[in-house]
């Protein structure tokens, strides 16, 4: 359902644009303060419009969108894409991303020499 006027809480656009799996996460972002709309830290229930821009910090990115229509209810994925310009930086390459120093399964706990080169591999001192 596309709203061509009024306003929407941003947990239910930001679920509904599917930039969340669940609404749940999407509100929970809003509490722990992930979501900030036109730069201010927002609850569930703020009220959007056309216009405002989004951040959303998720699974490890910020998203930075702006809302160009409203939804209230969930939506496909290609109706989704027109309701919002996604102005976000691009996501990291694979390769950093990639997980350092991960031990085999069933390797034990690691020892105090593999932890120091765990941490050396990952940056840390």
Known sequence: MVAEQGSVRVDSWIWSV???KTRSLAATACRAGHVRVNGERVKPAQAVRPGDEVRLFHAGR???VVISRLVHKRVGAPVAAECYVDNSP????R???AAVGLR???AGRPTKRDRREIEELRGRS
């Not at 691009?90 to 390459?93: F, G, K, T």
């Open 95 to 97: 390769e950093v991303l």
């Open 18 to 20: 599917r930039l969340t």
């Open 62 to 64: 910020e998203r930075i």
């Open 90 to 93: 691009p996501p990291p390459p």
């Open 104 to 106: 085999e399964r069933g």
